[in-house]
């Protein structure tokens, strides 16, 4: 199949994030019927579009453009904005030995979104942008 791209460009409002989900899902949807691929897929945007909102953006105005590639049963997602540089594959991943009464709220986007998909990378652009990008192989 060629290589296909679909985009969507949103404000950074946790109010997007229906928007969000849509685009993603109907997207993912023309090229598998798999609904745990989907749902995977979902979800990991999902949370990684918060962080961006709550944590990048601290819930003030920005931007975020959605871009997703499907070439060769690998569907790309890139998640780009202007929020301050953060490069979330450096983060530890959580300890299990810890118990769950000393654990903070929260702190598990990261790992959801690593075990959500095959691949999450990170880069700045050359416009000062930051690009996460989450990868899924997706059964022929």
């Given at each position: ?11 950074a ?14 997207t993912?949807?023309?090229?598998t ?10 979800l990991?945007?999902?949370?990684a ?7 990048g ?8 453009e ?17 929020a ?8 530890a ?10 654990r903070r ?11 959500l998909?095959?691949?999450l ?10 690009e ?9």
């Amino acid at each position: 199949m060629a290589k296909t791209t679909t985009r969507l460009q949103i404000t950074a409002h946790l109010d997007e994030l229906v928007q969000v989900r849509q685009f993603v899902e109907e997207t993912a949807v023309s090229f598998t019927n798999d609904p745990q691929v989907i749902s995977d897929i979902v979800l990991a945007v999902d949370e990684a579009v918060t962080n961006i909102i709550q944590h990048g953006y601290q819930l003030q105005a920005g931007s975020i453009e959605i871009s997703i590639n499907y070439q060769s049963n690998r569907l790309e997602i890139r998640l780009r904005d202007n929020a301050p540089a953060f490069d979330p594959t450096q983060m530890a991943p959580p300890d299990p030995d810890i118990p769950l009464s000393q654990r903070r709220p929260g702190g598990l986007g990261v790992h959801m979104m690593r075990q959500l998909t095959d691949d999450l990378q990170y880069q700045p652009l050359a416009d000062g942008r930051n690009e996460l990008i989450l990868i899924k192989q997706i059964e022929a």
